[in-house]
């Protein structure tokens, strides 16, 4: 039997068996691949919508770092220190500012030349005492017609009172008219007036011309001389002539802290010492105090009376003014440096919360210019600003420094700093302080 089929037809019938395999199988592979393809798209979108995320997140944090840091920095860096507390006040010594008892300028009340003067600086004089004359030739001239002008009213004022009299004879016989009686009679009035006035004239010349002397207006001593032989010399206060002082007795004034005007009484005696008499009291009394609170420094003023009759002390010197008072218990030293003055009162910042600030209104007593007393307001574990800024304000955050050593009470000043930050949340210890007791 004879096989038609031709041979090299077999092999292209594998060939196409293959090929409709191969149609066959391609669907499968097509979706394999489809599935392939978006599984990458979501991988890539996921990825892209969490960087998105994370950068969103980031900017965010960063905006938020920034914004605290730039809050943080902006904040005032003040320096707090513990208050030194002070001994119990019984107690307490204020500067007092001397002066003479009587303290007088001397003026010239008419105008020359200053011809001769009597006493120098240093020259102990008696009441009434000549110290200068002064010649006043003008004023001599003056004198002459004022004089001269009163002799003429006199006698026009005689003329008139004799016509006034006659008139009112010869009125009485109808000799002569009322109107004419009246006329004379108003012309001695006039007349009479004006004589007053020309002796009044006189009188006021005279006393100038009696100021050519110059007098001492109570007992005391020279301490100035401003003028000398020759000079003109004009009225009124232009120049002054000479000054004198009284000092037997000495005025001591000073002012009295607020706190303490309860404990001082009018007749107390009062010590005193001079930096020039050291080791050395004297004693004075208070004869008399202002009555009112200054309400600039929230003071008192007083005045002490001091015997100097041996001359041991001077005007213009400065005494230490030693007063006893009440204990008034705890007291606190700062320097003048953190004290705050504002249109309410006087007041101190201090550190509450780690790092807030809290105004605190304060009563001081004594004031030694570098230092002041506390005598209330304050308490043993507060923190003081001590250079508070100018516009701080009650509730502030700070950025807050301690001091490293505690502040000596004679020498209050910036000491060394360590920088630190303080937490916001907790509260920064203040560092431990050297605390010595102590006496705006």
Known sequence: MTNDTNPHQQPNAKAEARLAHDHESAPEHQAVSGKGALLGVSIVLIAIVALAI???????????????????????????????????????????????????????????????????????????????????PE??????????????????????????????????????SKQDTETFTNQAASTSAAVRSAQANVQR???????????????GVVTARGTDIGQLISQGGGAELFHMQALETL?????????????????????????????????????RTADAIDPTNRTLLVEIDLDNRKGELMPGSLAQVHFKTASVGQTFIL????????????????IVNGNVAHLVPIVIGQDNGATVEVVAGLNAGDRVIQDPPDS????????????????????????????QQDNINQPTPASPQNKTSGGK
């Open 251 to 287: 005025r001591v004034y000073t002012n009295v802290p607020e706190v303490y005007t309860q404990s001082i009484k009018r007749g107390e005696k009062i010590d005193l010492s001079f930096p020039e008499h050291p080791g050395k009291i004297f004693h004075g009394t208070l004869v």
């Open 205 to 219: 010349l005279k006393e100038l011309q009696g100021f050519e002397k110059v007098y001492a207006p109570f007992d």
């Open 392 to 419: 701080l304000i009650e509730g502030e955050k700070l950025y807050v420094e301690s001091a490293n050593q505690s502040p000596n009470q004679e020498n209050l000043g910036p000491p060394a700093t360590t920088r």
């Open 54 to 136: 994370y950068g969103i997140w980031k900017r965010h944090h960063n905006e938020e770092v920034l914004a605290d840091t730039t809050q943080q920095m902006a904040a005032p860096s003040v320096i707090a220190i513990p208050p030194l507390p002070g001994a119990p006040v019984d107690t307490f010594v204020l500067p007092g500012n001397v002066s003479a008892f009587t303290d007088a300028p001397i003026y010239a009340r008419t105008s020359g030349y200053l011809t001769k003067w009597y006493y120098d600086i240093g020259a102990r004089v008696k009441k009434g005492a000549l110290l200068a004359e002064i010649a006043t």
């Open 335 to 350: 320097p003048v440096s953190a004290l705050i003055f504002r249109r309410e009162g006087l007041r101190v910042a201090t």
């Open 139 to 176: 004023l001599d001239q003056q004198l002459a017609q004022a004089q001269a002008d009163l002799a003429t009213a006199e006698a026009s004022a005689n003329n008139a009172r004799t016509q006034s009299e006659r008139y009112q004879d010869l009125v009485k016989s109808d000799a002569v």
